[in-house]
C-alpha cells in the first residue's frame, strides 16, 4: 500500500476527482478526511470507504470560510492524530465566468474565493499539523487553462488557477527546508461534473475542445488521481515546486 499510516484532508472530496482520490487514497491505506460543502454525497464517500473497510470521515466545510477550514483541520486530526497529505481540490468553475469586459465582480470574488482564498485558508490551518507530523505533501489542484490563453474565457477561473500555481512554488520553497513539498498539477479536461454539468452539454463546444486534444478523449478522473498518489506517496520524494501537467496534450498542441 503507497499510502500507509499517512492521513489525508481531501477538499472537494464528494465528487468528481477528489472523490475518486478519496477512495483511491483510502484503498492505498490512508485515513481521508473528505472536506466538501456537498453534505449528502460527502457522506457517500466516506460510507463507501468505510464498506470497502477503509478509514474516512465526511465533514463538511466551506473552504471559503477560514472557521469552518479551522474546524475541518481540528476534526481531522483529533480523529487521526495526525496530517500528512494536505489535498487542495475543491474548486468552481460558473457558467457565468467569461471575459473580464464582461464579467460579473461577484462572480470574480466567488471563484477566487473557493480556488483561490479556500487553498490560502487550508494551507493556513493545515501546515502547522504538517509540520507537527515531521513533514507532509500539498498538492494543489490548479489547471491548464492558467498555462496557455482561451479565445473562449474564463477569466476568474484562469487568474485564480494561475494564482494557485504561484503559491504553489512560494509555498514549496518555504516549507521544502522544514519537509513539506507543495506540488501543483495541472489537469486538461477533465468529464466530471464541472464540467459536464454544462460546457460539455453543448455538443459543439465539446467537439471543439475534443478536436485540441492529441489523445483524442476527455481526461477520466484516474487519471489525475494517479499522478496525485504519486504526490501523496513518498515515492516522489524529491519532487518540490512542480507544475504536473496531465492534459492528454492539449498545451503543447499548436494546430
Ligand atoms: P467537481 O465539480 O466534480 O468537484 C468539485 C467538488 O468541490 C464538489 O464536490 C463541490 O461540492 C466541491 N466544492 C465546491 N465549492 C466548495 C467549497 N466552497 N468548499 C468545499 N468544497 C467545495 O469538479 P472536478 O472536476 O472534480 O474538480 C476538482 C478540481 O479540479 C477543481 O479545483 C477544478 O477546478 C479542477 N480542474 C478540473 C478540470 C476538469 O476539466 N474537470 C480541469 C482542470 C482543473
Redesign the pocket.
Known amino acids: 500500500m503507497r499510502l500507509r499510516d499517512k492521513v489525508a484532508l481531501i ?9 475518486l482520490a478519496a477512495l483511491t487514497f483510502a484503498r492505498e491505506g490512508a485515513r481521508v478526511a473528505a ?4 453534505a449528502r ?2 457522506e457517500e464517500v466516506a460510507s463507501e470507504i468505510a464498506r470497502s473497510n477503509g478509514q474516512a470521515l465526511f465533514i463538511k ?4 470560510r477560514e472557521d469552518e477550514v479551522r474546524g475541518a483541520v481540528r476534526r481531522t486530526v483529533e480523529r487521526f492524530g495526525r496530517l500528512d497529505i494536505l489535498y487542495n ?5 460558473p457558467e457565468r465566468d467569461g471575459s473580464v469586459v464582461d464579467l460579473d465582480e461577484a462572480v470574480w470574488d466567488q471563484v477566487m ?3 483561490l482564498k ?1 487553498i490560502y485558508l487550508c494551507c493556513k490551518h493545515g501546515i502547522p499539523e504538517l509540520l507537527r507530523a515531521g513533514g507532509g505533501s500539498i498538492i494543489n ?5 492558467a498555462l496557455v490563453g482561451c479565445t473562449v474565457p474564463q477569466d476568474a ?1 484562469t487568474a485564480s ?1 494561475g494564482g494557485v500555481i504561484a503559491l504553489t512554488k512560494s509555498l514549496a520553497v518555504q516549507f521544502g527546508p522544514k519537509g513539506i513539498r507543495a506540488n501543483a498539477i ?10 459536464t ?1 454544462w460546457l460539455l452539454a453543448n455538443p459543439d463546444a465539446k467537439q471543439r475542445r475534443l478536436d485540441r486534444i492529441p489523445m483524442g478523449r ?2 477520466r ?1 484516474e487519471d ?1 488521481v494517479q499522478m496525485a498518489l504519486y504526490l501523496a506517496s513518498d515515492e516522489s520524494a524529491w519532487v518540490n515546486g512542480s507544475v504536473l501537467v496531465v492534459d492528454g496534450g492539449i498545451t503543447s498542441n499548436y494546430f
Open positions: 477538499t472537494g472530496g464528494a465528487s468528481g476527482m477528489g472523490r472536506v466538501d460543502v456537498a454525497p460527502g466545510a466551506d473552504v471559503g481540490n475543491a474548486g468552481i468553475f474565493t473557493v480556488n479556500g489542484i490548479a489547471s491548464f487553462v477561473y488557477k495541472a489537469p486538461g479536461p477533465v468529464e466530471t461534473p464541472l464540467l454539468s476527455f481526461g478522473p489525475i
